[in-house]
């Protein structure tokens, strides 16, 4: 049972919890909610059960691909064994269901609404016969669903008001980005397992442009909202600035992508150390 907890804790990459439970946690608090049922239930959720059932339907029908690639086996994901995926399955639907439905009772119409589409992208970006992790740029378009919808969920239960909008926008480009900067350094054990993604379709150079253009753009899309939001786009330059020494990568030097990668993983801490910031200062 032991050993069983932690497989399944490795495959929910936990390195990667923060990204989806602080959105919900950010976009809640700042814009009038309290720390209430609904935030504990929320933050607990995106942490954990969330993620595992993101990470773990990905890895079962992954499976061809990440036996493949040199970068599984750690905090970016695990190598499980084909006997294990019903246990992940099983896993994913028993921590996910509960929380589903306090949320609903918790929530309101259009919040049960916005979590009912949150899931079908998050179910859909992995899952046979939809497999839209296959299907170039809607890949990168459905991860950055994954990790913008907890925002917008946050969103949908404190009904704000438009003003937030060009947060989300900038942080959908961000997600979009990170998506098609990730999916390079996986080209050729993609190629090899025969799936397809935005950066085995159109090759590691021109992936790599079109993630340092939208880190870009979505770092404008904050800066030009006003201090102290631009210190966020600032920090979020940063993301444009790990990509520079590999826009000249090619498919068959893709693998180094994976050294601006693990920069990234930690960047996000850095980035959400410098929001968490911004948004207390902005709080007095």
């Known amino acids: 049972m032991i050993e069983t907890i932690k497989k399944l804790f490795w495959i929910s990459r936990p390195i990667s ?22 935030f ?13 059932l993101m990470y773990g339907v990905n890895d079962v029908y992954d499976y061809e691909s990440d036996i493949r690639n040199p970068r599984k086996g750690g905090i970016e994901g695990m190598k499980s064994q084909k ?22 009772l918790f929530g309101n119409p259009l919040s049960g609404l916005v979590l009912a589409v949150l899931l079908f992208f998050v ?11 296959e299907k170039p740029l809607l890949d990168s378009i459905t991860s950055s669903i994954h990790f913008v919808g907890p925002l917008i969920y946050a969103l949908s239960l404190t009904q704000v ?32 397992g025969k799936l397809a993604s935005i950066a085995t379709y159109f090759g590691g150079r021109l992936t790599m442009w079109f993630a340092f253009v939208l880190y870009v753009a979505a770092s ?5 909202q006003g201090f102290p939001y631009s210190i966020i ?52």
């Open 17 to 38: 919890w923060p990204n989806t439970a602080y959105p919900f946690a950010a976009g809640y608090i700042v814009t009038g909610g309290g720390i209430d049922a609904l």
């Open 40 to 52: 504990i239930i929320g933050v607990l959720y995106f942490l954990g059960s969330y993620n595992l």
């Open 83 to 104: 006997q294990f995926h019903p246990t992940i399955l099983r896993a994913a639907l028993l921590t996910n269901v509960p929380f589903i439905l306090l949320l609903c």
């Open 123 to 133: 179910v859909a970006y992995s899952l046979a016969g939809l497999r839209f992790k």
């Open 161 to 192: 008001t438009a003003g937030a909008w060009p947060f989300v926008v900038a942080f959908f480009l961000w997600g979009i980005a990170s998506h098609a900067f990730g999916a390079v350094q996986d080209i050729l054990p993609d190629r090899a």
């Open 220 to 224: 404008v899309f904050v800066i030009v």
């Open 233 to 284: 786009g600032l920090a979020g330059l940063l993301y444009a600035v790990n990509l520079i020494p590999y826009l000249r990568i090619n498919d068959k030097t893709s693998k180094v992508a994976n050294r601006p990668w693990r920069r990234f993983i930690w960047l996000n801490l850095f980035t959400g150390f410098v929001v968490t910031l911004v948004l207390i200062l902005n709080s007095f």
